[in-house]
T-cell receptor, first 111, second 112 residues
Framework: NAGVTQTPKFRILKIGQSMTLQCTQDMNHNYMYWYRQDPGMGLKLIYYSVGAGITDKGEVPNGYNVSRSTTEDFPLRLELAAPSQTSVYFC??????????FGPGTRLTVT | QKEVEQDPGPLSVPEGAIVSLNCTYSNSAFQYFMWYRQYSRKGPELLMYTYSSGNKEDGRFTAQVDKSSKYISLFIRDSQPSDSATYLCAMSEEKGAQKLVFGQGTRLTINP
């Protein structure tokens, strides 16, 4: 199993640009999540999904959108990038809905 | 007041020392407690999981939960340089990782 994979690993965006962070898991997990981690801070939940076709907002959803058309994929869309979205983004999945497997992260800089 | 408080460190100890990492919390409804280890520029990985109060041991690692004091600890015995990482506590009222609340992490360095 590759586990949770994320692309790209790094990205620099200009203010106002848009991009999609890709996330795929091969463990057949129903639960998937997007977190952001700012320096010296814990993880903040952006969006989550409990199954294909079902998504819901987390703690910090503003400026982001998600979709879940398949069990495997959970892309995160950034529209009109802002400097406040500079962060490390982690995708994660879970079988139980509690114990979470994280991906390697995407480092995003918005300038 | 943050729901989960964790001293960010950094904490630096010599190899072989016993390390104690701690989190306090304010929500008495938390009953699932986890510790994640995060190496530099990597994703967090689950290290220990405990339900409700008590101790759990896994090799050199021991997790303790004291719900009466709203305090959880992770002990690392015979610490190794490979234990150098950031350790994040996380907790939840119920099953459902969307409810997980993370501490900010403690950065630990084990010096050879």
């Amino acid at each position: 199993n590759a586990g949770v994979t994320q692309t790209p690993k790094f990205r620099i965006l200009k203010i106002g640009q848009s991009m999609t962070l890709q996330c795929t898991q091969d463990m057949n997990h129903n639960y998937m999540y997007w977190y952001r981690q700012d320096p010296g801070m814990g993880l903040k939940l952006i969006y989550y999904s409990v199954g294909a076709g079902i998504t819901d907002k987390g703690e910090v959803p503003n400026g982001y959108n998600v979709s879940r058309s398949t069990t495997e994929d959970f892309p995160l869309r950034l529209e009109l990038a802002a400097p406040s979205q500079t962060s490390v983004y982690f995708c994660a999945s879970s079988y139980s809905g509690l114990l979470v497997d994280f991906g390697p992260g995407t480092r995003l800089t918005v300038t | 007041q943050k729901e989960v408080e964790q001293d960010p460190g950094p904490l630096s100890v010599p190899e072989g020392a016993i390390v104690s990492l701690n989190c306090t919390y304010s929500n008495s409804a938390f009953q699932y407690f986890m510790w994640y280890r995060q190496y530099s520029r990597k994703g967090p990985e689950l290290l220990m999981y405990t339900y409700s109060s008590g101790n759990k041991e896994d090799g050199r690692f021991t997790a303790q939960v004291d719900k009466s004091s709203k305090y959880i600890s992770l002990f690392i015995r015979d610490s190794q340089p490979s234990d150098s990482a950031t350790y994040l506590c996380a907790m939840s009222e119920e099953k459902g990782a969307q409810k997980l609340v993370f501490g900010q992490g403690t950065r630990l360095t084990i010096n050879p």
